[in-house]
């Protein structure tokens, strides 16, 4: 066992700085790659008494920041910025620069360390990680591989540890992203960092050099134009009790019906590519489209009432795409849909 100097180090620092120690504490250089700006989100479409269907938001949502959504109004776009660090340590999911702390991956980083040879010093690196991708395979996608764009060297990407997803090495081929490079423990002498937190000029135009580079290496399409997908079981438990009477009632109408669990990424892809209309209950499964999807692709995503988000409608947004949502109805397991409110709004939402 070795005890994880960094952390102690971190720890002396902040003690004797009296306060936490910021990023932009320990930064050598900063810049702004996108500036803030303010945009007007369009309304969703829903169907009327949708809203008050919902009991409560998922925790990582405020109604400060849904309601705009919802509704249509003005978004504040957050800047994207830069910043050099220097002397950084890796430890796990952890980076450390002098007294800073950043959670950026998965995994513990305790006090004292398990045997684990540290890699050689990095002399340059780009952190394209952040924490909500490597624990959900939705930000992944969303959030970890523009970011990776960012840098002026692939070569130099370097990522924390996360959880394991069998479809990313697939998405990064077909994306022409490069392998994964993970660093569990090692010294960077100097390392650039990105916060890029929104769905700002820059990260609109990175998803479609995204989306572009997804067609050049795509198979054939094979997609009816109408797509379902579910959920399966996958991550965070949520069931819809009337799943199966759905998918009758949507292939009825011409949806194609796909479970990503059981398809390869190139497989999802041939599936999805240029869907007019796709329809999922609200999850991290939704970003097998986000790339594939039309660029006129409209969204309907079926939302459990006491976990509601409208994440994909920021990207929608962005993406100039429309975005529809219902409100599902509490059942004695899970929820269920109210299947003729559904038809009515894609009656709506359908090009």
Not at 190 to 210: C, G, H, W
Not at 275 to 290: D, L, T
Request: hydrophobic share 40%; net charge neutral.
């Amino acid at each position: 066992m070795a005890l994880n100097v960094p952390r102690l180090r971190r720890s002396v620092r902040r003690a004797l700085a009296g306060r936490p120690v910021t990023l932009e504490d320990v930064c050598e250089r900063t810049w702004t790659v996108c500036p803030e700006a303010r945009s007007v989100a369009p309304p969703a479409l829903f169907p009327d008494g949708a809203v008050d269907k919902i009991t409560q938001l998922s925790p990582f949502r405020t109604w400060e920041v849904e309601e705009p959504l919802i509704r249509g109004g003005e978004v504040l776009l957050k800047p994207t910025t830069g910043h050099l660090l220097r002397d950084v340590h890796v430890v796990a999911g952890y980076l450390y620069c002098g007294g800073f702390e950043w959670l950026g991956g998965y995994g513990e980083a305790p006090w004292w360390l398990p045997p684990l040879q540290t890699e050689p010093p990095l002399d340059q690196a780009t952190m394209v990680s952040t924490n909500s991708g490597t624990l959900y395979f939705g930000c992944l996608l969303l959030d970890d591989f523009p970011l990776e764009l960012l840098s002026t060297d692939l070569a130099h990407n370097v990522s924390l540890m996360s959880k394991p997803s069998g479809h990313e090495a697939g998405y990064r081929a077909l994306l022409g992203l490069p392998p994964k490079r993970v660093v569990q423990r090692a010294r960077i002498r100097e390392m650039t960092f990105f916060v890029d937190p929104a769905y700002n000029a820059s990260k609109i135009d990175r998803y479609r050099q995204l989306r572009q580079a997804l067609r050049r290496h795509a198979p054939p399409s094979a997609c009816s134009g109408r797509l379902y997908i579910r959920r399966g079981m996958a991550g965070q438990r949520r069931v819809m009790a009337n799943e199966a009477e759905l998918e009758a009632v949507l292939m009825q109408r011409g949806f194609t019906v796909i479970d990503p669990m059981q398809l390869s990424a190139a497989e999802v892809t041939r599936m999805s590519l240029d869907a007019r209309v796709v329809v999922s209950i609200e999850g991290s499964q939704i970003s097998h489209a986000i790339f594939s999807m039309a660029d006129d692709a409209a969204l309907v995503v079926l939302q459990p009432p006491d976990r509601f988000c409208t994440q994909y409608k920021e990207f929608t947004d962005a993406m100039g795409m429309r975005f529809g949502f219902v409100v599902c109805d509490r059942a004695e397991e899970g929820f269920s849909v109210n299947i003729p409110e559904l038809l009515h709004l894609l009656d709506r939402i359908e090009p």
